[in-house]
């Protein structure tokens, strides 16, 4: 059994700053890519980054690139999310994933497709 824990939210003011991480427990997090989602009240959940289990490469929705930049420390099994430039339209539960696929060779935006999730952690930002 996977165990993620999200750490790191919070409330700032448009413009401001917030590190997401995320803990996972057991031995094999360096072979599974991991995402970053969210979801605000009536939406949907949504893809926000993902990274491939080698921390080779990375990919993100259109709305946060170059504000937003997922990393991974496998040797402490945790996935952060560094959140710059905030607006008040990125205020949302952030959730932590992991794709349920061992060494999948793309990064997968589909929620179905990751099997592991965190209990979230709010992030609201001040207009």
């Known amino acids: 059994q996977v165990q993620l824990v999200e750490s790191g939210g919070g409330s700032v003011q448009a413009g401001g700053s917030l590190r997401l991480s995320c803990a996972a427990s057991?031995?094999?997090?360096?072979?599974?890519?991991m995402g970053w989602f969210r979801q605000a009240p009536g939406r949907e959940r949504e893809f926000v980054a993902g990274i491939k289990w080698s921390g080779a490469s990375t990919y993100y929705v259109d709305s946060v690139k170059g504000r937003f930049t997922i990393s991974r420390d496998n040797a402490k099994n945790t996935v952060y999310l560094q959140m710059n430039s905030l607006k008040p339209e990125d205020t949302a539960v952030y959730y932590c994933a992991r794709d349920a696929t061992p060494r999948r060779s793309v990064i997968t935006v589909r929620t179905t497709q990751y099997d592991y999730w965190g209990q979230g952690t709010q992030v609201t930002v001040a207009s």
């Open positions: 057991g031995r094999t997090f360096s072979t599974y890519a």
